[in-house]
Structures are given as C-alpha cells and as structure tokens.
Nanobody
Framework: QVQLAESGGDLVQPGGSLRLSCAAS????????MGWYRQAPAKQRELVAA???????NYADSVKGRFTISRDNAKNTVYLQMNSLKPEDTAVYSC?????????????WGQGTQVTVSS
C-alpha cells in the first residue's frame, strides 16, 4: 500500500508562484508515472502534468510554459512548480502515482491541496 502526502497549496496573487510537493511512502515496489490533477468547483478533474520514472513529461495545454513537473526517484517525490498563476488555476490539486508490482498495477491518490489564485 502506498500513501501520498501533498503539500504546498496556498492563496497566491495572480502572477505569483507556488511549488507543490507530493511524497509517496509505505510499501513501495516500483512507481512508474506520477502526476498532478486538479479539480475546480463544478468542473471535472483534469490532468495538469505527469512524469514517468525516466523523466518524460507531458502537460495540459493550459499550463504549458508556466508549470514544470519534476521528480526525485530516490525520494519517491514529485514536484509541481507553478509560475505566472492565473485565477483560472484555482482548484484542488491532487497527486497520483501508478505502481507496478508482480501482482498487478495500482493507482494511488493523495488527499489534495487547495490552490487559490486571487487578488
């Protein structure tokens, strides 16, 4: 079983920056992709960015050029650096991890961290 603990959410003014962190702990076999999703009120959850264990990443079009995902495999931690934040970035950001084990593949989620962009 893998637990994900997110941190870094906050209230920030438009144009500001935040860095989210998500650390995986527990009985970890091998974590493949890790990613960040977000869900704004009355909207569906959407992928913000994801990164493989090899470092390949992809981003939602709405955050390209502003957000950067990175990962420390030794610490099983994924980061999301968010720059030039906009009010439309306001959402609950959740961390996701995909684990591969001899018994199958498993999907884990964190509890979410609130990001609010407002003046």
């Amino acid at each position: 079983q893998v637990q994900l603990a997110e941190s870094g959410g906050d209230l920030v003014q438009p144009g500001g920056s935040l860095r989210l962190s998500c650390a995986a702990s527990g009985s970890i076999f091998s974590i493949n992709a890790m990613g960040w999703y977000r869900q704004a009120p009355a909207k569906q959850r959407e992928l913000v960015a994801a990164i493989t264990s090899g470092g390949s990443s992809n981003y939602a079009d709405s955050v390209k050029g502003r957000f950067t995902i990175s990962r420390d495999n030794a610490k099983n931690t994924v980061y999301l650096q968010m720059n030039s934040l906009k009010p439309e970035d306001t959402a609950v950001y959740s961390c996701n991890a995909e684990e591969s084990t001899p018994g199958g593949e498993y999907d884990y989620w964190g509890q979410g961290t609130q990001v609010t962009v407002s003046s």
